[in-house]
């Protein structure tokens, strides 16, 4: 038996947008695929044949000699990848999906699909597998608990670096730390598909990860705000992998890592002094999902204002490059937020940003509330890609969000010009 992995390709920003690649000093950046494929390839026994396609580079939608089909998706390429498992079932193949947009959104993807795999796919993997070779799949697979992380394989990340055919190689791979949020923040589906449990990963695990992407000439990027959070088992291993980075002199294998303004702030200066000495230089800063950057372009909340400014000040401080993601669109947001950002960004000695429009992705509390209140213009779910207006905005037209979120491209880097090829590390949004 054959498993073919296809990872469905999505529009970026600048397919779009296409006018940006004419004021943004930066090189087509594809990033890497998500893990999900990865896992489930590590967990498929070796009875099985496996075969990955990566649908941005090759189109996926070719002949194959598979016998299952098997989608991971989010939603910005649901409609692609709702397309190709109508093709492969027109081939006669069998096809099941799973990822986030499947976990939340299984009554669309159903009628596309053999089989459905609604969150975490670990627990019910060998049984898709045992199921599709016998004839008798179920329509849905739901993971009764969460996934117990310490029984977990290393992912196949070599899936991905031997793909044959494919020419694109991403520089850097998502390395996980953890799973699941306590938090319920506006905008984010996290502890909805991987539970409210917040779990850490071993050591071992994580640096076992860290190997595949060091030995394949990789580096890792990590992108997890959460392991962060105060106390607890995950900043302990944050600072354990950063003494292990340390102790072991692994050359540069960290590009970045996520964090956000509050997580900057409530941190001691040692652990980035850790961080630093483990060589990480860059910080992927996550903005408009937290209680300070909600509010500190809206003109009203001085106060956020400063403590985002002292954010960047300390990174700055402690050598670590805040490359800023802001976001546009929330209902505290007006047609003044614009320049409000830019001036910040200014004032605060940003270099390197990106810009995003606030999506409802499916699963959310945003997305429940805007469909509550009948806001959502779209559900063309090729549009969900942080740069389209798919929803009415509170105090703005979609119009005027989409051509601010141009203006805030163009303005930004209008006077940036001499960051002209970014390195990779520099360059993690799906442009």
Aim: net charge negative.
């Amino acid at each position: 038996m054959k498993v073919l992995f296809v990872y469905p390709r999505f529009n970026r920003h600048s397919d779009d947008h296409p006018e940006l690649r004419d004021h943004v000093p930066m090189n087509e950046y594809l990033g890497s695929p998500s893990l999900g494929i990865a896992m489930m390839s590590a967990m498929t026994p070796d009875s099985w044949e496996v075969e990955y396609r990566d649908d941005r580079v090759v189109p996926a939608d070719r002949d194959t000699d598979a016998d299952l089909i098997a989608l991971s998706f989010f939603t910005p390429a649901a409609s692609r990848a709702l397309e190709l498992a109508d093709f492969f079932r027109a081939l006669g193949k069998t096809v099941v999906a799973g990822g986030i947009f499947p976990t939340m959104m299984p009554a669309v993807v159903a009628p596309h699909v053999d089989a459905v795999v609604i969150g975490e796919g670990e627990t019910v993997w060998q049984t898709v597998l045992d199921d599709a070779a016998k004839g008798t799949l179920k329509l849905h697979y739901r993971a009764s608990s969460p996934v117990d992380l310490s029984t977990l394989p290393v992912p196949d990340l070599p899936l991905y670096f031997d793909s044959e055919g494919e020419t694109f190689k991403p520089d850097d791979y998502p390395l996980q730390l953890t799973r699941g949020c306590m938090l319920t923040c506006h905008a984010c589906v996290l502890p909805t598909s991987m539970t409210t449990t917040l779990r850490p990963y071993g050591l071992d695990q994580v640096l076992a990860q860290l190997d595949q992407l060091v030995a394949a000439g990789k580096r890792a990027c990590l992108t997890e705000d959460t392991s962060w959070f105060p106390g607890g088992k995950t900043r302990g291993l944050l600072e354990a992998l950063f003494d292990e980075l340390i102790a072991s002199g692994r050359p540069a294998s960290v590009s970045y890592i996520g964090i956000s303004m509050p997580m900057i702030l409530a941190t001691p200066t040692r652990v980035f002094e850790k961080a630093r000495c483990a060589g990480v230089d860059m910080f992927y800063l996550v903005g408009g999902f937290d209680p300070i950057t909600m509010k500190a372009f809206t003109g009203l909340h001085p106060k956020s204002t400063q403590k985002a400014a002292d954010a960047i000040a300390k990174a700055w401080d402690v050598g670590i490059e805040p490359y800023t993601s802001f976001l546009l669109g929330g209902d505290q947001d007006d047609r003044g937020t614009v320049d409000r950002m830019l001036e910040f960004a200014d004032r605060s000695g940003i270099r390197k940003a990106e810009f995003a429009i606030a999506t409802p992705y499916p699963g959310t509390p945003q997305w429940n509330q805007l469909v509550w209140e009948d806001r959502i213009l779209t559900r063309n779910w090729s549009r969900y890609n942080d740069a389209n207006a798919v929803f009415k905005p509170a105090q703005m037209t979609p119009d005027e969000l989409e051509e601010g979120y141009v203006r805030l491209w163009k303005g930004f880097y209008a006077g940036r010009q001499h960051l002209a090829t970014l390195p990779t590390a520099e360059r993690t949004i799906q442009f």
